[in-house]
Each structure stands twice: as C-alpha cells, then as structure tokens.
C-alpha cells in the first residue's frame, strides 16, 4: 500500500517561508522521481516543482528562485522549501509520485497579511 503523508502548510504573511514534508511509504523511493503540485481556487492543477532520484531539479516559472524542491532518500522523505511568498502562492499544495496516481492528501498554504 502505498502512502504520502504531508505536513508543513498554513497561514503566513507575504514575503514569509513555510517547509512543506512529504513521507513516502509502500515503494522503494530512492528509485522515483517526485514532484509537488499545486491547485488554487478555481484554477487547474499546476506543476510546481520536480525532483529525480538523482537530485535534478525543474521548476515552474512562476516559483523559480524562490522555492527549493530537496529530497532525503535515507528518511523517504521530499521537501518544498517556500521562501519570499506571495498572495497568488495561496492553493492546495499537493506531493506525487511523478506520472502515477498517487498522491498526497493536500495541505492548504494560504499566504495572506
């Protein structure tokens, strides 16, 4: 059975940071490549970041410079680093295993003054 279990969304001001967790179970994770996703009210589903197994990163336009996608293999762990935040970075962020169906439950950030 496979399992994401995420932590780390919630209320902060502009120009703030938030580290959002994603613990991966059920796969032998150092092998996949993983990505965060994020949905804001009324809008689709967007990729905002990925992560291969071996460390190479691509990221939205949108969060360039400003957000870090990191990964410890050793605690089946993928990270999203959310630095200098900004009122639109409010959604439903959301860690996949890039190209399946399996997906986290979703954690709000809402980036608000």
């Known amino acids: 059975q496979v399992q994401l279990v995420e932590s780390g969304g919630g209320l902060v001001q502009p120009g703030g940071s938030l580290r959002l967790s994603c613990v991966v179970s059920?796969?032998?994770?150092?092998?996949?490549?993983m990505s965060w996703y994020r949905q804001a009210p009324g809008k689709q589903r967007e990729l905002v970041a990925r992560?291969?197994?071996?460390?190479?990163?691509n990221y939205a336009d949108s969060v360039k410079g400003r957000f870090i996608i990191s990964r410890d293999n050793g605690k089946k762990t993928v990270y999203l680093q959310m630095n200098s935040l900004k009122p639109e970075d409010t959604a439903v962020y959301y860690c996949?295993?890039?190209?399946?169906?399996?997906w986290g439950q979703g954690t709000q950030v809402t980036v608000s003054s």
């Open positions: 996949n295993i890039w190209r399946t169906t399996f």
């Open positions: 059920g796969r032998f994770f150092s092998l996949d490549e």
């Open positions: 992560i291969s197994s071996g460390g190479t990163t």
